[in-house]
Protein backbone atom coordinates (compact mmCIF):
# COMPACT_ATOMS: atom_id res chain seq x y z
CA UNK A 1 0.00 0.00 0.00
CA UNK A 2 1.38 3.20 -1.10
CA UNK A 3 1.65 6.29 2.26
CA UNK A 4 0.28 8.71 -0.04
CA UNK A 5 -2.80 7.63 -2.86
CA UNK A 6 -4.46 10.23 -4.79
CA UNK A 7 -6.75 9.11 -7.89
CA UNK A 8 -3.82 10.73 -10.78
CA UNK A 9 -7.94 12.43 -12.94
CA UNK A 10 -8.18 13.60 -15.27
CA UNK A 11 -10.94 15.29 -12.84
CA UNK A 12 -12.90 17.76 -15.62
CA UNK A 13 -15.46 19.96 -14.02
CA UNK A 14 -17.13 22.84 -15.76
CA UNK A 15 -16.60 26.77 -14.93
CA UNK A 16 -18.12 27.46 -11.77
CA UNK A 17 -18.61 24.21 -10.28
CA UNK A 18 -16.51 22.57 -6.88
CA UNK A 19 -13.69 20.74 -7.67
CA UNK A 20 -13.46 17.91 -4.87
CA UNK A 21 -9.91 16.51 -4.65
CA UNK A 22 -8.96 13.49 -2.47
CA UNK A 23 -6.27 11.69 -0.74
CA UNK A 24 -5.98 8.82 1.62
CA UNK A 25 -2.83 7.58 3.36
CA UNK A 26 -1.52 4.92 5.30
CA UNK A 27 0.52 5.94 8.26
CA UNK A 28 -2.03 6.90 11.23
CA UNK A 29 1.10 8.49 12.94
CA UNK A 30 0.67 11.61 10.60
CA UNK A 31 0.00 14.54 12.00
CA UNK A 32 0.16 17.18 9.29
CA UNK A 33 -0.99 17.50 5.47
CA UNK A 34 -0.52 19.51 2.74
CA UNK A 35 -2.21 20.71 -0.41
CA UNK A 36 0.31 21.71 -3.10
CA UNK A 37 -0.84 23.17 -6.32
CA UNK A 38 1.23 22.44 -9.09
CA UNK A 39 1.35 24.28 -12.91
CA UNK A 40 2.95 22.39 -15.40
CA UNK A 41 6.28 23.01 -15.91
CA UNK A 42 6.45 24.72 -12.94
CA UNK A 43 7.42 23.53 -9.15
CA UNK A 44 5.01 23.05 -6.56
CA UNK A 45 3.36 26.20 -4.44
CA UNK A 46 1.45 25.46 -0.84
CA UNK A 47 -2.52 26.34 -0.78
CA UNK A 48 -3.21 24.53 2.16
CA UNK A 49 -2.76 22.95 5.35
CA UNK A 50 -4.37 21.07 8.00
CA UNK A 51 -3.50 19.58 11.28
CA UNK A 52 -6.46 18.82 12.42
CA UNK A 53 -9.70 17.22 12.07
CA UNK A 54 -12.42 18.88 10.40
CA UNK A 55 -12.40 21.74 7.85
CA UNK A 56 -10.61 24.57 7.02
CA UNK A 57 -11.21 27.25 4.98
CA UNK A 58 -9.11 30.03 3.16
CA UNK A 59 -11.19 31.78 -0.06
CA UNK A 60 -12.51 29.48 -2.49
CA UNK A 61 -10.75 26.54 -0.52
CA UNK A 62 -11.98 24.02 2.07
CA UNK A 63 -9.25 21.37 3.62
CA UNK A 64 -11.13 18.42 5.29
CA UNK A 65 -9.34 15.77 7.37
CA UNK A 66 -10.88 12.94 8.97
CA UNK A 67 -8.00 10.87 10.66
CA UNK A 68 -10.33 8.10 11.76
CA UNK A 69 -10.65 7.37 8.18
CA UNK A 70 -7.28 8.16 6.99
CA UNK A 71 -8.65 10.69 4.05
CA UNK A 72 -7.85 14.33 3.15
CA UNK A 73 -9.71 15.97 0.91
CA UNK A 74 -9.53 19.48 -0.87
CA UNK A 75 -12.78 21.18 -2.31
CA UNK A 76 -11.93 24.06 -4.97
CA UNK A 77 -15.55 26.52 -4.94
CA UNK A 78 -16.30 28.14 -8.20
CA UNK A 79 -13.65 26.43 -9.77
CA UNK A 80 -12.18 28.79 -12.45
CA UNK A 81 -9.57 27.40 -15.39
CA UNK A 82 -6.91 29.37 -13.89
CA UNK A 83 -7.36 26.49 -11.10
CA UNK A 84 -6.23 23.48 -13.95
CA UNK A 85 -3.52 22.33 -12.42
CA UNK A 86 -1.93 19.25 -10.82
CA UNK A 87 -3.06 19.18 -7.45
CA UNK A 88 -0.75 17.49 -4.68
CA UNK A 89 -1.12 15.91 -1.24
CA UNK A 90 1.60 15.45 1.09
CA UNK A 91 1.88 15.07 4.72
CA UNK A 92 4.55 14.62 7.70
CA UNK A 93 4.90 10.52 8.43
CA UNK A 94 5.02 9.86 12.21
CA UNK A 95 7.66 9.30 13.66
CA UNK A 96 11.23 10.67 15.16
CA UNK A 97 11.44 11.77 11.45
CA UNK A 98 8.62 14.25 10.28
CA UNK A 99 9.58 13.34 6.46
CA UNK A 100 7.31 15.18 3.81
CA UNK A 101 5.86 12.46 1.20
CA UNK A 102 3.74 13.55 -1.46
CA UNK A 103 1.11 11.51 -3.26
CA UNK A 104 1.25 11.14 -7.20
CA UNK A 105 -0.82 14.22 -7.95
CA UNK A 106 -4.55 14.64 -9.57
CA UNK A 107 -4.63 16.44 -12.55
CA UNK A 108 -7.56 19.18 -12.21
CA UNK A 109 -9.02 20.21 -15.95
CA UNK A 110 -11.50 22.93 -15.28
CA UNK A 111 -13.99 23.66 -18.91
CA UNK A 112 -14.94 27.35 -19.83
CA UNK B 1 11.71 37.54 2.01
CA UNK B 2 13.76 35.55 -0.37
CA UNK B 3 12.50 32.26 -1.74
CA UNK B 4 14.68 29.05 -1.91
CA UNK B 5 17.21 29.59 -4.52
CA UNK B 6 18.22 26.78 -6.76
CA UNK B 7 21.07 26.62 -9.40
CA UNK B 8 20.99 25.56 -12.20
CA UNK B 9 17.65 25.75 -14.08
CA UNK B 10 18.89 23.32 -16.86
CA UNK B 11 20.88 20.70 -17.36
CA UNK B 12 22.20 18.46 -20.26
CA UNK B 13 24.25 15.53 -19.52
CA UNK B 14 25.26 12.83 -20.76
CA UNK B 15 25.13 9.42 -19.40
CA UNK B 16 28.00 8.59 -17.39
CA UNK B 17 28.90 12.06 -16.58
CA UNK B 18 28.46 13.58 -13.21
CA UNK B 19 26.22 16.49 -11.79
CA UNK B 20 26.02 19.08 -9.21
CA UNK B 21 22.62 20.89 -8.31
CA UNK B 22 22.71 23.86 -6.04
CA UNK B 23 20.25 24.78 -3.33
CA UNK B 24 20.41 27.98 -0.88
CA UNK B 25 16.88 27.67 1.23
CA UNK B 26 14.81 30.85 2.86
CA UNK B 27 17.18 32.45 5.69
CA UNK B 28 16.52 30.69 8.89
CA UNK B 29 15.15 27.62 7.26
CA UNK B 30 16.15 24.56 9.37
CA UNK B 31 15.25 22.36 7.51
CA UNK B 32 15.95 21.40 3.81
CA UNK B 33 14.66 18.79 1.28
CA UNK B 34 15.95 17.26 -1.69
CA UNK B 35 13.02 16.02 -4.03
CA UNK B 36 13.38 13.95 -7.16
CA UNK B 37 10.22 14.74 -9.73
CA UNK B 38 9.95 12.10 -12.57
CA UNK B 39 7.31 13.34 -15.29
CA UNK B 40 3.51 12.74 -14.51
CA UNK B 41 4.87 11.27 -10.70
CA UNK B 42 4.51 12.58 -7.45
CA UNK B 43 8.10 14.32 -5.77
CA UNK B 44 10.02 11.50 -4.12
CA UNK B 45 11.83 12.27 -1.00
CA UNK B 46 15.75 11.46 -1.72
CA UNK B 47 16.94 13.07 1.54
CA UNK B 48 15.83 15.69 4.17
CA UNK B 49 18.74 17.80 6.51
CA UNK B 50 17.81 19.20 9.79
CA UNK B 51 20.61 22.00 9.94
CA UNK B 52 23.57 19.78 8.89
CA UNK B 53 22.30 16.47 9.70
CA UNK B 54 20.67 14.00 7.59
CA UNK B 55 16.87 13.22 8.98
CA UNK B 56 16.17 10.63 6.02
CA UNK B 57 17.95 9.59 3.07
CA UNK B 58 16.22 6.31 2.95
CA UNK B 59 15.51 6.39 -0.70
CA UNK B 60 18.71 8.25 -1.86
CA UNK B 61 20.57 5.94 -4.11
CA UNK B 62 23.47 5.99 -2.60
CA UNK B 63 25.64 4.58 -5.21
CA UNK B 64 25.62 7.35 -7.60
CA UNK B 65 23.75 10.27 -5.31
CA UNK B 66 25.32 12.18 -2.20
CA UNK B 67 24.11 15.49 -0.87
CA UNK B 68 25.78 17.58 1.93
CA UNK B 69 24.50 20.57 3.81
CA UNK B 70 27.98 21.50 5.63
CA UNK B 71 27.62 24.81 7.35
CA UNK B 72 23.46 23.80 7.89
CA UNK B 73 22.50 26.05 5.59
CA UNK B 74 23.23 25.71 1.36
CA UNK B 75 23.49 22.22 0.05
CA UNK B 76 24.77 20.45 -2.79
CA UNK B 77 23.34 17.24 -4.50
CA UNK B 78 25.18 15.46 -6.69
CA UNK B 79 25.30 12.70 -9.68
CA UNK B 80 28.10 10.24 -10.18
CA UNK B 81 27.85 8.24 -12.98
CA UNK B 82 24.39 9.21 -14.23
CA UNK B 83 21.92 7.24 -15.66
CA UNK B 84 19.21 7.81 -18.56
CA UNK B 85 16.45 7.09 -15.69
CA UNK B 86 17.86 9.84 -13.60
CA UNK B 87 16.58 12.58 -16.04
CA UNK B 88 13.95 14.55 -13.60
CA UNK B 89 13.62 17.69 -12.05
CA UNK B 90 15.04 17.93 -9.24
CA UNK B 91 13.44 19.84 -6.21
CA UNK B 92 14.98 21.95 -3.76
CA UNK B 93 12.35 22.82 -0.22
CA UNK B 94 13.06 24.34 3.21
CA UNK B 95 10.86 24.90 5.97
CA UNK B 96 11.38 26.58 9.63
CA UNK B 97 11.44 23.51 11.21
CA UNK B 98 10.99 19.48 10.64
CA UNK B 99 7.23 20.14 11.23
CA UNK B 100 6.00 23.27 9.96
CA UNK B 101 5.08 24.35 6.03
CA UNK B 102 7.58 23.46 3.35
CA UNK B 103 8.55 26.04 0.09
CA UNK B 104 9.74 25.00 -2.96
CA UNK B 105 12.57 26.24 -5.29
CA UNK B 106 12.03 26.50 -9.38
CA UNK B 107 13.79 22.88 -9.59
CA UNK B 108 16.99 21.88 -11.82
CA UNK B 109 15.11 20.22 -14.84
CA UNK B 110 18.20 17.10 -15.67
CA UNK B 111 18.15 15.39 -19.17
CA UNK B 112 20.28 12.55 -19.62
CA UNK B 113 21.04 11.78 -23.10
Known amino acids: QKEVEQNSGPLSVPEGAIASLNCTYS??????FFWYRQYSGKSPELIMFIYSNGDKEDGRFTAQLNKASQYVSLLIRDSQPSDSATYLC????????????FGTGTLLAVQP | EAGVAQSPRYKIIEKRQSVAFWCNPISGHATLYWYQQILGQGPKLLIQ????????DSQLPKDRFSAERLKGVDSTLKIQPAKLEDSAVYLCASSLRGDSRAFFGQGTRLTVV
Open chain 1, 27 to 32: DRGSQS
Open chain 1, 90 to 101: ALRGGGATNKLI
Open chain 2, 49 to 56: FQNNGVVD
